[in-house]
């Protein structure tokens, strides 16, 4: 299995980036996706998830109106459409996936190596 984050950056409060992550190693199309979210010192933020035929779409408080999740099962692909940026939202970004979709989701055991999004002016 191997998760590559891309799309990370700085940005000004109020901004938005789109952040990519591409899949390899398993059926893609069978398997949740979900963003985790780390700063430095805390733990994992989970951000969004989404079920491997796009069907439902989960979001933390946090996020929910200004993020969105999306996927592209014909290239392995998954999406985090984040606008309206505030600096609480600085932080390394994980796309993640592995086990029982409503049992991990929050959680999931298998990581990319992140893509950094820093908010500030």
């Known amino acids: 299995v191997q998760l590559v984050e891309s799309g990370g950056g700085l940005v000004q409060p109020g901004g938005s980036l789109r952040l990519s992550c591409v899949a390899s190693?398993?059926?893609?199309?069978?398997?949740?996706m979900s963003w985790v979210r780390q700063v430095p010192g805390k733990g994992l933020e989970w951000v969004s998830s989404?079920?491997?035929?796009?069907?439902?779409?989960l979001y933390a408080d946090s996020v929910k109106g200004r993020f969105t999740i999306s996927r592209d099962n014909a290239k392995n692909t998954v999406y985090l459409q984040m606008n309206s940026l505030k600096s609480e939202d600085t932080a390394l970004y994980y796309c993640?996936?592995?086990?029982?979709?409503?049992?991990?989701?929050?959680?999931?055991?298998?990581r990319g190596q992140g893509t950094q999004v820093t908010v500030s002016s």
């Open positions: 989404i079920e491997g035929d796009g069907s439902t779409t």
């Open positions: 993640a996936t592995g086990g029982d979709f409503y049992r991990d989701y929050r959680a999931p055991p298998l």
């Open positions: 190693g398993f059926t893609f199309s069978r398997r949740y």
